[in-house]
Each structure stands twice: as C-alpha cells, then as structure tokens.
C-alpha cells in the first residue's frame, strides 16, 4: 500500500488564521501526531511541556508538546502535537485521525469516515 498521505492545515488553536498548508503522513503506528520545530514556531504554537516517547530505534526521547488545530477534508480538531525536529515529516497520528473521525482504508489507501462509539 505504502504511505498514506493526506492534505491538510495546521492552526493556531486560539488564533486559528494563523495556518499552515501540509501534507501529512497518516501514520496508523503511531499514536500522536508529530509536526516540525519550524512549523510549530511559523504558527506560535504554546509548548506545554516535555514527554518521552520510545522511537522507532528503541530509545527514548524527549519532546516538547503542544495543542494544535488540525483540519483534514471538512473536518477540524484540536489535538495534542509532538514538536520534532526541523526536518520532521508532518505524521497524522491515530488520536488525531480517530477525533477527526477518519481511520485510514488499507485497501485504497484513503481516509474514510470512522463509525464513532460512546460505550
């Protein structure tokens, strides 16, 4: 199938003009959504601390969090977004995807809309 790749914004979550245009991977292994230094700095995103999260590797690393507005097709959210690196792959994690309502069709290889479940 390969990599799924979505288009998208990324805002301001309280200043929502204040955008960015990209193009996401949509990364079903990964459980949050991880976008670059550079694009968190463009769009003044407030870091609101550090985790450690375990990479691919096997190490653990520590990297700054913030709240974004994440908008995907016709649909828009604020989620929890690692800051990476300045040479970071935007990547639409699974908690992303899931409060947009999407999940990703492994047969097309295309988002499609989530049944989504109070229980």
Do not use: H
Request: proline fraction near 5%; charged fraction near 25%.
């Amino acid at each position: 199938m390969g990599y799924v790749r979505v288009k998208g914004v990324i805002a301001n979550p309280l200043k929502r003009e204040v955008r960015v245009e990209v193009e996401f991977i949509a990364d079903t292994g990964a459980i949050y959504t991880m976008i670059s230094k550079t694009i968190a700095e463009k769009l003044g995103l407030e870091i609101m601390g550090k985790r450690k999260f375990r990479v691919a590797s096997g190490d653990a690393v520590e990297y700054p969090v913030a709240e974004a507005y994440i908008i995907v097709e016709d649909r828009g959210v604020t989620s929890l977004v690692v800051i990476g690196p300045e040479n970071t792959i935007p990547l639409l994690g699974v908690t992303t995807l899931e409060l947009l309502g999407y999940q990703v069709d492994p047969v097309t290889g295309k988002l499609k809309p989530l049944e989504l479940m109070i229980l």
